[in-house]
């Protein structure tokens, strides 16, 4: 089992770039797949992208392919997500999630309660 908490959302405006961080604690983190995923208001939550324990096989939805990194260290128990350009449509809460040997959009067992990202036009 672990615990995972994202950081790094705040305030930016249209055309920044900002880097999102999920913490893990708990055993055998380099074992599990994470995702990332985005609500925003009024919408369903969508996954836009995923890393596998292994750190091959990334995967990121058509829309998010080349405004997206996600990466990994195993040795800090962290996954990263970098997003360039943000516009205000990439307004969410966003949300990391892990699983044991988890791939792609998952399925997914352990949810961090979300960080808010704002874009201002």
């Known amino acids: 089992q672990v615990h995972v908490v994202e950081s790094g959302g705040g305030l930016v405006q249209a055309g920044a770039s900002l880097n999102l961080s999920c913490a893990a604690s708990?055993?055998?983190?380099?074992?599990?797949?994470v995702g990332w995923f985005r609500q925003a208001p009024g919408k369903e939550r969508t996954f836009i992208a995923g890393i596998p324990w292994s750190a091959k096989n990334i995967y990121y939805p058509e829309s998010m392919k080349g405004r997206l990194t996600i990466s990994r260290d195993n040795a800090r128990n962290i996954v990263y997500l970098h997003m360039n350009n943000l516009q205000p449509e990439d307004t969410a809460v966003y949300y990391c999630?892990?699983?044991?040997?988890?791939?792609?959009?998952?399925?997914?067992?352990?949810w961090g309660q979300g960080t808010q990202v704002t874009v201002s036009s």
């Open positions: 708990g055993d055998s983190f380099s074992k599990y797949g």
């Open positions: 999630a892990a699983s044991y040997l988890a791939t792609g959009a998952g399925p997914y067992d352990y």
